[in-house]
């Protein structure tokens, strides 16, 4: 991480000092840079590194800190969460601030939050975990605060409804959120133990007093001198850049006067900085006003149901504000339009942003930039004011005119927002009363509980009346926002319509259709139909309660209020004893330290002196030569690095494979966009990302051919990559054959699927410091550090003994540290290598998001016959892969995609597949690469079959299972014996475990009991074929008798150090001398190093773990054949021999205590095949298109797991970002393919509220299988492959409400086969339900009322 300008000496003319304590521990600044972050100074600045970036927009909580504040004039403290990433240093004067560090640590002893992280197996890559932690203390300690009943001894007054949403605005890549949340409910008041997942702290007794202890008094979170310090820092100064605190609307005035009358000054008022998140800043300010020291713009004021809300209030505070208003009588009738509100602002971001964020800045963005404002909507319908201040005038607009005045320049403020007096209303209509005011917001968004933008929010108010046969509209507002205009609006058209209307199905008919006219998104908006629909439906869900209070549509604003985002769940483990402690639930290796932020990662490493920062500058067009790059300033930037500093005889080279290399930069011509052509250098980080964000590069596209952007443009220029012939996959029987056998055929149907980004939480990363005799010493997170050492020694032409390439930890890889994590390393050792100076970069996540290329999509069409019971007899693929512009490793996909295609036996086999060279950046591999498209294409095929019968789908997967026959047909060797093929045993028994036949029946009842939400449940069984690679491993025993393993693997979070250290303790232990059984603890796993095991290889394919195990095992065979002997004669000596005697022997007997190993798979066995299935139940809201995962019940088998606690892991996180694939994550282009899905605001990974409810896992022991590790199978992508289940269950519930509306076009359920894209997300899915479905229902209903 970057240094930051600050100094704590040489205060200059002016300045005060800016006093805040970091963990108890008092700063004292005199001058600071006041765009200076929180987070940069934290993390260059302290040796408090827990504080992670993993996004720099708000949108992940991997960086949130605890901020206290202490009121002087309440005597009352103040704790919550802040996201250092977007918190102004300035900021926080007189504040005190906690990490997880604060709370506990290896020196000082772990918090209780970080031993049960640990024990509840809920930190896999770590990276995440520091900010989980933060998250949920500060939930802790808010409920302390509460005056709920005293908690048990070692519970706390948390619910567990909040403990929970907690965490809901942190992202984790890799648990897939089940276990985290059982942390948090851990600690929950009303939790039921025994509803705790698997832990490592009971086996049975599910019991309080088993868990670490939490002790509510152990932190101090405001140190008492803080109390004591002045709070007020009038003005800060920075070179040409000043920070002022005006205390006075009167001050803050003649300020802003005085400042327009300089030149040239920049000014930036400074509310809570989270705008930043959103509009990334691109410039310095010279003048940084903060309003948040005005009392007159921090207060709330309420009189009756009037409220005045200050522009400085947060919108946590007003949701506070609002509920306390509503607290003393909740059903009173006139507090119910603001409990609404409330509940409506809950929804916005998340929490570590509500705690900071501003109303008016929220209103002042959607004024001056067009923010799809939430709070602009809501406020719109209640008819709101706002009083603003220009230079020293005052002036009070409605809203609407606000909103409509040209933008606001930075002279500006907005003071207050109004709320006038709302009449009484009550929630729904009741004929007993004659006039009523109803009230309701509404918001769609790809995630319910919000850090998520909406496609379209909506807030109604109308006041309505009886009259003898039926209600009249007197009065209404309609307020729609965030659909793609320039701010909230109201549907005026719509309101005339309506005013003074008695209310019937025509009337809303016909105010649905006009309401699509006035809510229709402008130009490049997405989805627009979407969007326009989702305003037929809101309108629809408002009024029709009203002509028929008994209809049940009233569907979309009821998430907030469900207890618990996830019930309690079942994880079956088999644990097997025989190899103690492999087999054992071991907690993760470092997992307690990644808790409390003491793992290191690679942008943790201290910088070394004179250290430089780097930051890429990509190509933005497809197919260009490169005139220039010009910078917008030079002023702060050391170098732009190019291919042409590489050195003579070096290779542009940034990635290497067995299939070819991809260059490091690009030459004169770019081959896509998104491909690397510079890298700016500069002494910190900041500099460098905003010299390379606002770089301009000059292209030049004459006589270019056109760039090759599709498949089919590849197709048709014959532009492909060559599939070696041992990766071209073999077809099965004759196809002519098969077709001929059959009764029925489809031909040339057609799937798309598309790319995914990996999201790993730590972005590219890496440090370069050149050392002595032309070597160089790289950091690199990176699954596979001897490449990244070949490729720097042949880009800067030096021996590869000259590059020591290390990694200790990767904070998620997924397949994206691969190639894509070359190029990182190789362009920081090039700049180190030509400025002589150490350099590092840490990629900020747009670039990451633009250069990571991702998973392969594909273009696949199919033709199959089959008979009319549901036998596929012959199936038919021609798939043209986007390789995009480099091989990497796309060659190897075909192999992949086959081989788990063939799950089923679909009699003849054949394909044709391309691997199409296009002008994309160069996709990798992801997780189950090819795999899960594979498998997935399986599952279409089938429900293809089963629409086309009108068979269920079930009985046709059943019809086409393999029979230990045709697996061996199809798979060859991989097959195993006929007792490991146990995917039948696991169909069955998930079929009882998961009571699937009477669940099957319940969703078939609530389909026919619900008009706008429709279940589907589904039951998919997947097959992987893995491989294991050669791996290297050393064992080393020290004087001490403790143990130093080094292997090939890296540690990415998968718990592969945790299951080395494990074998390595099984397989000494077989020396069987006192105090082997304590062996595990001795054991330390060591950071990779490229010079000191070399041939490590990659890690990847789901293997590295086991292969690294079995290295290990090798290695401790033979040291303990060397100790056997000796151990023999000492115990005849001494009767007894301990393990430290036994080595103390040794050493004085100069046996060699180090054995190192290169594990070479047998040809015969190295591949096998994984098996799993999973049944998924989901909801549709045919209103809406959003999809609500039920429940997932699941059974993986793990053969002798090694680890079950960690392979559990694999499998839940696994099938989690699976669930991405299929349902969330859009990874989108533009028609440049340039990524514009490049920001956590508009790529959506699964968070705790997009999850399954409940997620039952089945590890299965299946036994012995003699060519394996120790009898264990692979756990790390097969799972990934299931949750095509939940994206059939999707499509099943589609299929019930296509059906329906069919019917209420008077045609019968046509039961015709649709198409559901991946991923299905909401637009998606509504679509298929039907865009218009709220019309034709409403004219079924006026034709069969007529
Ligand atoms: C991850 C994330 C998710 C979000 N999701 C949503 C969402 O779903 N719905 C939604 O509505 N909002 C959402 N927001 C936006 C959030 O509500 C706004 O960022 C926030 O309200 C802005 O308040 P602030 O105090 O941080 O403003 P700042 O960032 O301090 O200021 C924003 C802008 O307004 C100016 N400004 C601030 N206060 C005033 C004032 N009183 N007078 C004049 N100018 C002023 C500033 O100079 C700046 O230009 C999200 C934000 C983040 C970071
Ligand atoms: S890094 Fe701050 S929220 Fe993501
Ligand atoms: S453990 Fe959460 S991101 Fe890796």
Redesign the pocket.
Known sequence: MEDTQLTSTQPLKHSQTLVFAVNGERVELTSVDPSTTLLQFLRSHTRFKSVKLGCG???CGACNVLLSKFDTKLKQLEDYTV?SC?TLLCSINGCSITTTEGLGNIKDGFHSIHQRFAGFHASQCGFCTPGMCVSLFSALVNSEKTCRPEPAFGSSKLTASEAEKSIS?NLCRCTGYRPIADVCKSFAADVDMEDLGLNSFWKKDAKLNKLPLYDSKQITTYPEFLKKESKSTAVLNYQDKTWYSPVSVEELGSLLESISAENGMT?????????????QETEYYNKYID?RCIPE?SEIKKAGSRIEIG??V??SKLIFALKEHTKDDPTKEDDVVLKKIASHLE????ES??N???????????Q??N???????VLLAVNSRVT??TGVKKETLTLEEFLEKPA?D?R????SVFIPCLRPTKNGYSKNVKSKLLFETY?A?PRPL?????YL?AAFSAEVCNVNDGVVINRIQLAFG?FGVKHAIRASTVEKYLVGKKLSVDLISEAVKLIRVAISPENGTSDPAYRSSLAASFLFDFLMPIVDPEISSRLTIDDCERTTLLSPAKQVIESSHEHYPVGEPVIKSGATIQASGEAVFVDDIPSPLNCLHGAFIYSTKPLARVKSIKLKSEKDVNAVVTFQDIPKGGANIGAINHFGTDPLFSNELTQCAGQRIAFAVAETQKNADMAAGTATVDYDIEDLEPPILTVEQAVEKSSFFEVPLVLTPSQVGDFSKGMAESDYQIHSAEIKLPSQYYFYMESQTALAVPDEDNCMVVYSSSQVPELVQRVISRCLNIPEHNVRVITRRVGGGFGGKGSKAMPVAAACALAAYKLRRPVRTYVNRKTDMILAGGRHPMKINYTIGFKSNGKITALHLDVLINAGMSPDVSPVIPWKLVGSLKKYNFGALSFDIKVCKTNHSSKSAMRAPGEVQGSYIAEAVIEHVATHLSLDVGLVREMNFHSYDSLKLYYGNSAGDPLEYTLPTIWDKLMKSSNFDSRVEMVNKFNKNNIWRKKGISRVPILQNVSLRPTPGRVSILQDGSVVVEVGGIELGQGLWTKVKQMTAYCLSAVKCDGTHGLLEKVRVIQADALSMVQGGLTAGSTTSEASCEAIRLCCNVLVERLVSLKEKVKEQMGSVSWELLIMQANMKSVNLSASSYFVPEFTSRSYINYGAAVSEVEVNLLTGETKMLQTDIIYDCGQSLNPAVDLGQVEGAFVQGIGFFMLEEYLTNSDGLVVADS??TYKIPTIDTIPKQLNVHILNSGHHKDRVLSSKASGEPPLLLAASVHCATRAAIKEARNQLDSWKGLNGSDTFFELDVPATMPVVKTLCGLDNVEVYLQSLFMSRS
């Open positions: 927009e708000g949108g996201s977007l605005g000014v930036k008022l400074v509310a809570g900085n989270t705008g930043t998140g959103y509009y309003l713009l522009a400085t947060s919108i929804k916005i971001a998340s942003i509500r900071v964020a501003s109303v008016g800045g929220n209103l002042v963005m959607a001056r930039k923010f799809p404002s939430d709070i602009a909507t603003i201040l606001l930075s500006n403020v907005l003071l918001r968004s919000g850090n998520a933008l909406a929010n965030s956590t605001w």
